[in-house]
């Protein structure tokens, strides 16, 4: 299962992305943590995003990873990690409550890219921790120029609810499994049947991550269009 199979996924994005900004809709995305290096958001640069070769919008923690990944190499292994991918100025409405949910078919999008094992909206995970008086995201009506407009004094939802957008910024990230193809001797059967050994020769990144960026960006631009 390669990679370079993703470049239809990355073109029919690019086309997609046109649409949506067009639209005044927005797509960030970036490496949130690699191995066991996570980013700090007080620390956020998103200018260094396209400038880092990780796709990490924080510098240190980027450091950090490429070292991690030195010694990963050198101990022919390698790493996973997170994706994270923020969507701004969605209209609210887009999806549908049972068989179309938004969040259910961006799931469906994202965990069809390779190497990706969990997909998550928001707090994710977290929100299995959390109480119902914080997990909620009150309402409350605020005066602007144009009118009163409702808005959300938080966002663990993610920006989707019922299985629709709620016009409040939409969360996704995507969890990446380590590269399997590594040089580290493993077990494995021959077509005999047979107890064997194996070694993945050749070149091969230490991390899938970086590469996988711009393929969740992708596909989260296509489902939305």
């Known amino acids: 299962s390669s990679g370079r199979e993703t470049i239809g996924r990355v073109a029919a994005g690019a086309i997609a992305s046109k649409i949506l900004n067009q ?7 970036y490496s949130k ?3 066991n290096v996570e ?18 919008p924080d510098k240190e923690a980027s450091a950090k990873a490429q070292e991690l990944l030195k010694e990963k190499i050198a101990d022919t292994d390698s ?34 890219i390779g190497a990706v094992k969990g997909v998550e909206i928001g707090d994710g995970f977290l929100a299995s921790k959390s109480v119902g008086s914080k997990n909620n995201d009150p309402f409350f009506s605020e005066n602007t120029s144009s009118g009163p ?13 019922g299985g629709m957008s709620d016009g409040s910024p939409l969360i996704l990230r995507a969890a990446v499994k380590p590269t399997s193809s590594i040089a580290k001797t493993q077990h494995t059967v ?14 091969h990144d230490p991390v899938i991550v970086p590469r996988a960026v711009v393929v969740v960006e992708s596909m989260t631009a296509v489902t939305i269009a």
């Open 79 to 112: 790493v996973g990690g997170i994706i994270e991918c923020v969507v701004k100025n969605m209209p609210a409405g887009v999806g549908e409550p049972v068989f179309e949910k938004l969040d259910a078919n961006l799931a469906k999008a994202v965990m069809s």
């Open 33 to 35: 943590s690699i191995g």
């Open 149 to 161: 407009v409702i808005r959300k004094s938080s966002n663990h939802a993610g920006g989707s609810l």
């Open 39 to 56: 980013i700090d958001y007080n620390k956020l640069d998103k200018d260094n995003i396209l400038k880092d070769s990780l796709y990490m």
């Open 190 to 203: 021959n077509t005999s049947g047979e107890n064997a050994e194996i070694q993945v020769l050749g070149r």
């Open 23 to 29: 639209l005044g809709i927005s797509i960030t995305t």
